[in-house]
C-alpha cells in the first residue's frame, strides 16, 4: 500500500499523473504514478519495473506491507 510519509496513511492520495509504459504493446512494462496528499499537500512518486520486477517509491509517499497508522 502506498501511503503518505506526513500523515501515515493512504486516505487523502491522490494520483495527479499516471503512466503505462508497453514495449512490446501487449506486456506492461512500467507503471509511473505521481501522488499528491490533499491533506498536506506532500507528493510523491511510485514506479515498477516489469524488467527488473521492483517497485520503487520516492518524496514523501512510502510503500508499505502494513496497514496505514491511520484510517
Known amino acids: 500500500m502506498i501511503t ?3 500523515c501515515e496513511t493512504a486516505q487523502f492520495l491522490q494520483i ?3 503512466r503505462v509504459y508497453f514495449e512490446d ?3 506492461i512494462n512500467e507503471i509511473s504514478e505521481t501522488y499528491e496528499c490533499t491533506l498536506c499537500g506532500a507528493t510523491g512518486q511510485y514506479v515498477y519495473d516489469e524488467d527488473h ?3 520503487t517509491v520516492s518524496g514523501d509517499v ?3 506491507k502494513e496497514r496505514p ?3
Open 4 to 6: 503518505c510519509s506526513n
Open 16 to 18: 495527479t499523473q499516471s
Open 25 to 27: 504493446g501487449e506486456m
Open 53 to 55: 520486477e521492483t517497485e
Open 62 to 64: 512510502e510503500l508499505t
Open 69 to 71: 497508522k491511520f484510517a
